[in-house]
Nanobody
């Protein structure tokens, strides 16, 4: 059974940076595209960024383009989200997912199970 463990959240200042990590266990990360999602209070979970299984293709939601960077280390079974130029509206619980998914449809976030996520709060 695949387990996803997100970490790295916390309190960030507007204009600051945070780096999230997602460790995957129980699965073959090398063949799995991965993505980050987020859910703000009172809102639906939304797609943030995705990376193909080999890391050669990436895509981002418009609201994070130029600020966030997704990357992966298949040897360490870890996916990262570097968040720069943080804004208060980035405040949310951030989740990763991807096992069993298709890179071209990851935006849907249609997965049966999720990790606990990591809370990001952007505030002064």
């Amino acid at each position: 059974q695949v387990q996803l463990v997100e970490a790295g959240g916390g309190l960030g200042q507007p204009g600051g940076a945070l780096r999230l990590s997602c460790t995957v266990s129980g699965g073959r990360l090398r063949v799995t595209p991965m993505a980050w999602y987020r859910q703000a209070p009172g809102k639906k979970r939304e797609f943030v960024a995705a990376v193909s299984s080999g890391g050669g293709s990436k895509k981002y939601a418009n609201f994070v383009k130029g600020r966030f960077t997704i990357s992966r280390d298949n040897a360490e079974k870890t996916v990262f989200l570097q968040m720069n130029s943080l804004k208060p509206e980035d405040t949310a619980v951030y989740y990763c997912n991807g096992p069993g998914g298709n890179y071209y449809t990851l935006e849907s976030g249609n997965f049966g199970s999720w990790g606990q996520g990591t809370q990001v709060i952007v505030s002064t």
